[in-house]
């Protein structure tokens, strides 16, 4: 049976039952199909998104602006430099104000607890396009394209090898939402967060999931189904690139590496990609990779984030 989503923030996969991960795939699917059909499908006539960002951003932007104006309805790119938020003006009284114009509001920035103060304030659903802390709508789309190459995700192995960063994070409560192996493979010192790693074993109890953090990527992809990097310094951690250049020195997903893993072994990259550092070109170009659908999938994963819960 479907679960009413209306109304309801997307800002941490933890936060969602397993049904409404279901939900959101299922319908990620029949909306993908529509836009290959050429059909068209205007829930969100008449709807406006807003959308803050306070760091850059290529997919998330393209993404959801299309994925908007396709549903019928209208997105509004609000950079933060522009908004009186960087002049101090409240989160609280900003979400009081957009929620009188907006019917939703996706934002990217720095600290997670913004965003869910955000959601506190605001009257209308809050998406989160990515946090210090968490990628939710990145992983959701990861889970719906892994489905597609594989079927099924109960019981595949997903290794994600770099640092215990936002898509460490939620690729581990997305993992333990739907039943998942998840291994991380970090240097010692850029481990995932210990509470997030508390909380997605807790998910992992309940959905036969498992949730290790290891730090030998060569055992590590002998048994993976899954090969998950990202970028070593993320956004706001320009300084720390060149130290995190020799930190990460053996963790770089090339062919060396590839090659001990199994035939079938599917890799991914949220991107951007820094290539030549955690990936190589032919890692990334070659025949496991399957970057770019996985780019595609946000457009028809936060189609349906959209049409549920505004
Ligand atoms: N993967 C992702 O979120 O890409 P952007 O930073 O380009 O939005
Ligand atoms: N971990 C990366 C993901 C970019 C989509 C960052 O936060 O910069």
Redesign the pocket.
């Known amino acids: 049976m479907a679960v009413n989503m209306k109304g309801k923030d997307l800002i941490s996969i933890h936060d969602l039952s397993r049904e409404e991960v279901d939900q959101i795939l299922e319908t990620s699917q029949i909306l993908k199909m529509k836009q290959k059909l050429g059909e068209q499908y205007h829930p969100l006539k008449g709807k406006t998104l807003g959308m803050i960002f306070q760091?850059?951003?290529?997919?998330?932007?393209v993404s959801f602006e299309v994925g908007m104006f396709q549903l019928g309805g209208h997105a509004l790119f609000l950079s933060a430099n522009d908004l009186q938020l960087n002049r101090g003006e409240t989160i609280a009284d900003t979400a009081r104000n957009l929620s009188r114009y907006l019917d939703g509001i996706m934002i990217?920035t720095f600290d997670h607890q913004d965003v869910v103060d955000l959601a506190e304030y605001s009257s209308v659903p809050v998406i989160n396009?990515?946090t210090d802390l968490l990628?939710p709508?990145?992983v959701l789309s990861d889970l719906f394209t892994i489905k597609e190459k594989k079927q099924n995700l109960e019981g595949l192995k997903l290794i994600y090898i770099g640092d215990g960063n936002n898509m460490a994070h939620s690729l581990m409560f997305g993992g333990a939402k739907m039943g998942m192996h998840v291994v991380i493979c970090s240097p010692s010192g850029f481990e995932p967060d210990p509470e997030i790693t508390r909380l997605s074993r807790v998910d992992a109890s309940k959905s036969g999931a498992t949730i290790s953090i290891e730090d030998d990527p060569v055992e590590a992809v002998k048994t993976a189904d899954v090969i998950y990097t990202d970028v070593w310094a993320s956004?706001g951690m320009e300084d720390e690139h060149e130290e995190r250049l020799r930190s990460f020195a053996s963790y770089q997903l090339n062919s060396e590496l590839l090659e001990k893993s199994k035939e079938d072994v599917i890799v991914m990259h949220?991107?951007?990609a820094h290539r030549g550092e955690e990936i190589t070109d032919e890692v990334i170009d070659g025949p496991h990779s399957i970057v770019f659908d996985q780019?595609e999938n946000?457009l028809h994963v936060q189609k349906a984030i959209m049409a549920l819960t505004m």
């Open positions: 760091k850059s951003s290529t997919r998330t932007r990217r396009g990515l990628h709508c990145q956004m949220c991107l951007p780019a946000r």
